[in-house]
């Protein structure tokens, strides 16, 4: 005897609105690999999207779920933090793609969009700004303010060239869904 308990491992389908809703508080561990998705594999989600909605031609709300692939999660029970195993190069890319169609919507509407990117904090509660998705420390800042926070993503598009493979895919990709999206 003596040996641990294994965690059971299961297995749930959730919607994106649960996934970047208040259940989940991502954080992506540091010995996680950087940020590594080029133009080319962001182009496949976004054309994988769009080519799925555009297939059916119903109206949204019938139109079957499309599978966005699996996350492996390490969450205790009871909490709404999680480490990301597996999926990291998903969240963070559809985060973008997120703050893309926020930055090319009217302002009105982009409030919406924010509420799957962070949740924000309110002075009379006493609660800080929550982000759906943290990435790795030495990423963590440059994702929060030029993908998480309103108004980044513009200023990540006129970015020069950046140090860091991260960053610089972060950049690569924010300016080709900007271009698509326009």
Not at 135 to 145: A, I, V
Request: net charge negative.
């Amino acid at each position: 005897g003596g040996e641990d308990m294994a965690t059971p491992l299961s297995a749930h389908e959730q919607p994106i609105s649960k996934i970047f809703g208040g259940d989940y508080v991502f954080d992506i561990p540091g010995f996680q690999r950087p940020y590594a998705w080029t133009t080319e594999q962001a182009r496949d989600l976004l054309d994988d999207l769009l080519g799925f909605m555009t297939s059916d031609g119903g109206p949204t709300e019938e139109v079957s779920p499309y599978f966005l692939g699996s996350i492996v999660l390490i969450k205790p029970d009871n909490s709404t933090k999680c480490d990301v195993v597996d999926g990291q190069q998903r969240l963070t890319t559809i985060t973008l793609l997120l703050s893309g169609i926020r930055a090319n919507l009217p302002p009105e509407k982009g409030g919406d969009i924010t509420q799957l990117i962070y949740e924000k904090g309110s002075q009379i509660l006493g609660t800080q700004d929550r982000f759906r998705l943290s990435l790795r420390s030495r990423d963590l800042e440059f994702f929060q303010t030029y993908v998480q926070r309103e108004g980044g993503f513009a200023k990540l598009v006129e970015l020069g060239e950046q140090a860091s493979d991260s960053r610089q895919n972060l950049r690569k990709n924010a300016t080709y869904f900007n271009e698509r999206l326009k």
